[in-house]
């Protein structure tokens, strides 16, 4: 059976650049059965559901829902919900976690805050204090969305749970669906595709120790995409892993053509021109559908180290 993510990694559709963009995730937990449109297609109070949408709008926060692995019970109200921030600033990283037994609190947060990377509203709203546990492990597993996210993403799930990994949740959506199993990996906020489960637990055992596993990367969530595909490039150029010792400082031009600035800690600079182009030939994006596309890809056409000279004036203009 041809499904979208066969067809794409049949057609060696590149995945640098595509991952979903969030300086801050804010995830809730909400048990059962799940929408395309989850925040206002699940059993969540939809009029909650679409308060929360507009409320992040503009303000760089994500929101999505969560459960546990496994047979997803039927039932409306859990006495407590797990709620968990995350800001994947280089520099500002953070994860916070809550419970609460009512949603509706969520509405009392300062999404703005949250966005610039603030979490006092988390904490003083919601109880909210620093995660100490396992790195989360966010499975896409909406196949109402796309089916490749359930008949890929769950079975990693389970398995990664299974295995004994704590922090394994699954998650409403991380675009991408012809990439899945899918995966978003907190706190850094770097997200993988086409992910296995002996790569996962790579990625986390790295995550751990405060470094980036670049196999099967789609991206920083806290960058655009020509800014994902530009960092990814200067790893693979410098061999970098620290977790949060590149940052991108500037992007200059539009599509289809972006000149990238990535800045590590130590000082140096260095100029990434990025191009879109259409992945080709037309195939569909997603299950379900007969409509063919050529979704959007980032190709890096050059990196080049900036001297200090060069690296004070590209700052300046």
Not at 2 to 11: E, N
Not at 38 to 61: F, K, N, W
Not at 294 to 317: F, I, K, N
Request: aromatic letters at 4%; one cysteine or more.
């Amino acid at each position: 059976m041809s499904t979208c993510t066969t067809v794409s990694q049949d057609l060696d559709e590149p995945i640098a650049g595509t991952a979903a963009t969030a300086t801050t995730w804010l995830l809730l937990e909400q048990p059962g059965p799940w929408g395309a449109k989850a925040l206002t297609q699940s059993h969540l109070d939809p009029a909650l559901g679409r308060a929360l949408e507009a409320a992040a709008q503009g303000t760089g926060v994500r929101i999505a829902l969560i459960r546990r692995p496994g047979r997803h019970a039927d039932y409306k109200r859990p006495s407590e919900r797990r709620v968990y921030a995350a800001h994947t600033v280089p520099g500002g990283v953070w994860l916070r976690t809550a419970t609460v037994r009512d949603p509706r609190q969520l509405l009392e947060l300062d999404l703005a805050a949250l966005g610039r990377g603030e979490h006092h509203t988390f904490d003083s709203v919601l109880g909210g204090h620093a995660h100490t546990g396992d790195p989360l492990a966010l499975v896409c597993t909406n196949g109402k969305r796309d089916r490749c996210c359930a008949l890929l993403g769950r079975p990693l799930a389970a398995k990664l749970a299974a295995s004994g990994v704590d922090g394994v949740w699954e998650v409403t959506h991380l675009g991408g669906h012809r990439f899945s199993p899918t995966l978003l990996v907190l706190p850094y906020g770097y997200a993988y595709g086409r992910a296995e489960a002996d790569v996962v637990r790579r990625v986390l055992d790295g995550v751990r120790e405060g470094r980036i596993v670049g196999e099967g990367c789609r991206g920083n969530s806290a960058w655009e995409r020509p800014g994902q595909a530009a960092e990814l490039a200067v790893r693979r150029t410098t061999g970098e892993t620290a977790a949060e010792a590149l940052s991108v400082v500037r992007t200059n031009g539009a599509a289809p053509l972006w000149e990238v600035t990535v800045a590590h800690v130590d000082g140096r600079r260095w100029r990434v021109d990025v191009a879109q182009g259409a992945a080709q030939p037309p195939r569909p994006e997603k299950c379900g559908t007969s409509v063919l596309g050529s979704p959007a890809r980032m190709d890096v056409v050059a990196v080049r180290e900036l001297r200090a000279t060069a690296t004070a004036t590209a700052l300046a203009g």
